[in-house]
C-alpha cells in the first residue's frame, strides 16, 4: 500500500487506486480509481498502469505509465481544502479525461435525510438524490440535464450548471465537490448508480482539439473537503467565486448598478400566458392595474410583442412580412408604455435558428451551426410542431454580429428600455466539432468567450442605459447582464425534473455566493394561485433578495375582488423590497436562518399528486451589507410569534415581513 500525506489529509493507494481519503485522521469513505480516458469512444480505465506516488513537502506526485500513455497528479492542502489536478499525455488520442473519479460513494445514502447540492438554476437540495435523481425511473427533460431513468444523470457547466460545485451530505456532513475554474471551462459533472445504495462521481474534462489532440493537462484543480453543513460549503465556494473572470469588474458598489433597474420596484412576465403579449388593448390594461396597484415603478417582461407565437422564426423572432407594417403600430405602443413609467423589456434569443422559417440557406446557416464530433447539426425539439431548432455557434463572427444586429435594430427602432436574450445563461455550453469557426474543436473557454464578445457588442451597440437581461443565473456571465431570471419556484409543479418537486427545494445560491455583483428576478407567480402558494413564494423570493416578480395577469384576474388577499401580499413585498434595496442590490445572504417557530405546510401539485412542502413559520435569512447584518423575514402564520435571532428578541406581526439588525 502507497499513503502519502498533504498538509490535513492522508491519501492511501493500492494497485494505483484510492482505497481511502483520511481528513484529519478521520475517514471520509471516499475511493475510487480516480481516472478514466476516452479515446476515440473507446473508455480506458486505470486498470493495469505501474503506479507511484512521491511526497515532496506539502505536495504529492502520482504517476501512472500505461502501455501507450501516462497520466500525472499532484496534491496538495491549502487553507483546509485538498487540491487536485492531473494531465494524460502518450500516443492516444484524447476525447475526455475523467479527474477524479470516485467510486462506490455510499455512507450518506444510509441516512434518511441524505441531499445533493444541484447547482442548477439557483439552486436545489434535491432528497435522498440516489433513488430521486439518479435512480429516477422518469428520463430527465432534455434542458435539465441528460439521464434516461437507467441510473445515471449528467450536467453541463457553463450553464445549465450555474456554479461549479456540489454537496453532497446529510445532517451532520457534507463532501464538498468543487472546480476552481476562474476561466468557465468545458465540463460535465456525472453521477452514474449500479444499485440503490452508493453511486459514482465523475469530473469529465474536455481538451481543446478533442480527439485529436494526445496531450492534456486540466486547466484547474479539482477541491475537495468534508465539511460540516450546507452554509460552511456555500461559505467555501464564495471565497473562490470572488476570484472568478466575471468578477474582475468588482461588486455593483464598484462597478455601478443600471441607473433603470436602480428604479424597478416590481416585474412582470407574461411567459405563461403567450398569446396576451400580441392583445396590446388588455395588455396594456393589466400593466397599468398591476403599476396602480403595487405602487411601484414597473418591468415589463414581454413576450407577444412580435404579433406572433413564441418559439418560432428564430433569430429575428419577428416574421419579415409583417415586421414593415407592425413596426410603427409597436413603436406607438412602446411610447404609450413610457409615457406612463413603465419599462418595456422584448423577448429575443441568441441560441437558436428556425430552419423552417428564416432564410436559412440564404445565410448558409450550415457553415455556422455547431455540429458534434460525427458532424451532425443537433435539432433541438423546443417547438416541433411549429419550428425546426437548431444552436448556432457564439463563437463565430456571423452569429455574434446576426444578434448584434436584430438587438440594436428592436432597441432603437421600437423605443424599448432593454432586452431579455435567451438562454445564454440557461443552456449548457455545447462541444463543438466544426473546424471552419475558428475556435478549438471540442473543449476550451471559447464558449464563454464567445457570448462575452457576443454580449459586448450588443451592449456597445445598445448603450449602457439599456437594460439586458438573460434567463438563468450562471456565474460566468454576471459582468455582461444587467440582471438575470430565476425560475426555480416555477418548477414546483413540473414534472420529470431533477428529482421531481416533491423531493427538492430551491436554495438562493446566487444571493449567498454573488448578491454583490448581481441582480436576479422572477419567478412568475400569479393571481390564479392559491393565496397561501403565493404569499410563500412572493414573501420567500423577497427574503431571497430576488426582485418582485408576478405574472402579468389577465385584466378580469386583477379586478377580482376575491384576490384582494393577493393585492396585500403584493404589495408587502413591493414595500419590503423598496424599504431595503440598497441591501438587496448591494449586500449577500450570510446564512439562512432557522427560527423555533411552528410549521408551515403548503401544498402544491405534480403529476396529479399533491405534495407538501413544510418551512418554519418564521421564514428568514440573514443579510451582510456594509459590515452589519440584518435578519430580514415573513411570519406565514397568522397569529402574532415571539423571535429570538442571535439574542435579538423582536415580536412578528401574523402574515408580515419582520426585519431585525443583528
Known sequence: MD?????????????????????????????????????????????????SAKQD???????????????????????????LSADVSGDIPIDSF????????????????????????????????????????NPQTFWAGRGDGTGWYENDYPASLNFQFCLFGNNERAFYFAQYDTQSYFKTIGLYSYGKSAFDYKLINYPENAGATH??????????????????????????????????????????????????????????????????????????????????????????????????????????????????????QSKRFSDEGILKIPYVNARLWDKRGVHWDENNVDAYAIRDKNGNLLDEPWNVQYADLYPIC??????????????????????????????????????????????????????CEGYHKMINDVRERVGKDAVLTTESCCEAYIDVFDMMLTLDFNFQELCKFLGSPENQ??????KMIYGEYGVTYGSHLSFNMPIEKYRFNMARNVIWGILPTVALDRPDVLRDSSKAEHVKVLRQCVDFYKAHRDIFLYGYIDELLSIESPPHLVTFTCC????????????????SFEGKRYAFGYNFADFVQEATVFGKSFTADAHAF???EL
Open 505 to 510: 427545494n430551491s436554495i438562493p445560491l446566487f
Open 57 to 83: 513537502g506539502d505536495r504529492a506526485y502520482l504517476t501512472w505509465l500505461c502501455t501507450d500513455f501516462s497520466v500525472k497528479a499532484s496534491a496538495y492542502c491549502e487553507n483546509g481544502l485538498l487540491y
Open 608 to 623: 396529479g399528486k399533491d405534495y407538501d412542502v413544510t418551512a418554519p413559520s418564521l421564514f428568514a435569512a440573514a443579510w
Open 658 to 660: 419582520f426585519c431585525a
Open 215 to 332: 496531450s492534456y493537462a486540466m486547466p484547474y484543480p479539482f477541491v475537495f473537503t468534508q465539511t460540516h453543513n450546507i452554509t460552511s460549503g456555500i461559505v467555501l465556494y464564495r471565497a473562490f467565486a470572488k476570484t472568478m473572470k466575471s468578477c474582475e469588474k468588482g461588486t455593483l458598489r464598484k462597478r455601478g448598478v443600471n441607473e433603470r433597474l436602480k428604479e424597478i420596484d416590481i416585474v412582470a412576465i407574461n411567459h405563461s400566458d403567450l398569446e396576451f403579449g400580441q392583445n396590446f388593448s388588455a395588455f396594456e390594461e393589466s400593466a397599468l392595474l398591476l403599476r396602480d396597484m403595487a405602487e411601484g415603478k414597473l418591468m415589463l417582461h414581454w413576450y407577444g410583442w412580435n404579433k406572433q407565437r413564441h418559439d418560432v422564426n428564430y433569430p429575428e423572432y419577428i416574421d419579415r412580412t409583417i415586421f414593415e407594417s407592425h413596426s410603427p403600430v409597436l413603436f406607438e
Open 3 to 51: 499513503s502519502i500525506k498533504v498538509g490535513i489529509y492522508t491519501l492511501n493507494f493500492e494497485n494505483g487506486k484510492l482505497i481511502e481519503l483520511y481528513q484529519n485522521g478521520v475517514k471520509t469513505g471516499l475511493c475510487g480509481s480516480l481516472w478514466e480516458i476516452s479515446s476515440h469512444n473507446v473508455l480506458i480505465k486505470n486498470n493495469t498502469c505501474d503506479f
Open 98 to 137: 475523467t479527474f477524479p473519479l470516485f467510486e462506490g460513494i455510499s455512507d450518506f445514502s444510509k441516512s434518511e435525510d441524505s441531499y445533493l447540492l444541484v447547482p442548477y438554476q439557483n439552486g436545489f437540495l434535491v432528497k435522498d438524490p440516489i433513488k430521486s435523481l439518479i435512480n429516477t425511473p
Open 394 to 447: 457564439p463563437c463565430t463572427k456571423f452569429w455574434q454580429s446576426k444578434v448584434a444586429d436584430f438587438c440594436e435594430l428592436y432597441y432603437r427602432k421600437f423605443s424599448f428600455d432593454g432586452l431579455y436574450i435567451d438562454q445564454v445563461g440557461s443552456f449548457n455550453a455545447t462541444l463543438c466539432f466544426n473546424k471552419s469557426h475558428g475556435h478549438p474543436i471540442g473543449g476550451g473557454k471559447w464558449w
